[in-house]
T-cell receptor
Framework: AQSVSQHNHHVILSEAASLELGCNYS??????LFWYVQYPGQHLQLLLKYFSGDPLVKGIKGFEAEFIKSKFSFNLRKPSVQWSDTAEYFCAVNAQQAGTALIFGKGTTLSVSS | GAVVSQHPSWVICKSGTSVKIECRSL??????MFWYRQFPKQSLMLMAT?????????EQGVEKDKFLINHASLTLSTLTVTSAHPEDSSFYIC?????????????FGDGTRLSIL
């Protein structure tokens, strides 16, 4: 079974600071990797996804993530955060081609002060 | 595109009643739907997976007689919490995917906050 670990529970940054949120997964096979964002009062929205190919994936709103297979990691980054990035961020994984559901990490709350 | 509508968004009811939550994919056919439960300050916990026309597959520890899932069409799944009790109070989120093989993202509804008095 897959599992996902997010290292940071709550991150507090000032605007224009750089962001990196850690995500590690545990699974013996090939996986799809996702980052979702949940703004206050809204549903989960897909930020970016990795299925195969270039391990550096770019998503919406200036976010990117890098898949490092040897480290089982898929960290999320943004060079300069904005106040509007304040939200809950979830890393998720599923097994490729297996039809399985997304398994989520516990989430990281990002608070950006202006 | 890829909108998932969940209804109701909030329900309060007395202990012992049954509550039905609907999940609809508005602009795509949801071959597979998922139901999650989210406790405050915690992650989404998968409850069950359903493929259209098939019985739902429940995760370990989830009572299938308590949480009835029906996925009768490619655009609608329902979760019925039967004889609800205060410990069933939670945030329930549905999710839909257009294929069975994990190669498309899951799209999420807004969730239903269930409060049992």
């Amino acid at each position: 079974a897959q599992s996902v670990s997010q290292h940071n529970h709550h991150v507090i940054l000032s605007e224009a600071a750089s962001l990196e949120l850690g995500c590690n997964y545990s699974y013996g096979g090939t996986v799809n990797l996702f980052w979702y964002v949940q703004y206050p009062g809204q549903h989960l929205q897909l930020l970016l996804k990795y299925f195969s190919g270039d391990p550096l994936v770019k998503g919406i709103k200036g976010f990117e993530a890098e898949f490092i297979k040897s480290k089982f990691s898929f960290n999320l980054r943004k060079p300069s955060v904005q106040w509007s990035d304040t939200a809950e961020y979830f890393c998720a994984v599923n097994a490729q081609q297996a039809g399985t559901a997304l398994i989520f990490g516990k989430g990281t709350t990002l608070s950006v002060s202006s | 595109g890829a909108v998932v509508s969940q209804h109701p968004s909030w329900v309060i009811c007395k202990s012992g009643t049954s509550v039905k939550i609907e999940c609809r994919s508005l602009d795509f056919q949801a071959t597979t739907m998922f139901w999650y439960r989210q406790f405050p300050k915690q992650s989404l916990m998968l409850m069950a997976t359903s493929n259209e026309g098939s019985k739902a597959t429940y995760e370990q520890g989830v009572e299938k007689d308590k949480f009835l899932i029906n996925h009768a069409s490619l655009t609608l799944s329902t979760l019925t919490v039967t004889s609800a009790h205060p410990e069933d109070s939670s945030f329930y989120i549905c999710s839909a995917r257009g294929d069975r093989y994990s190669n498309q993202p899951q799209h999420f509804g807004d969730g239903t906050r269930l409060s049992i008095l």
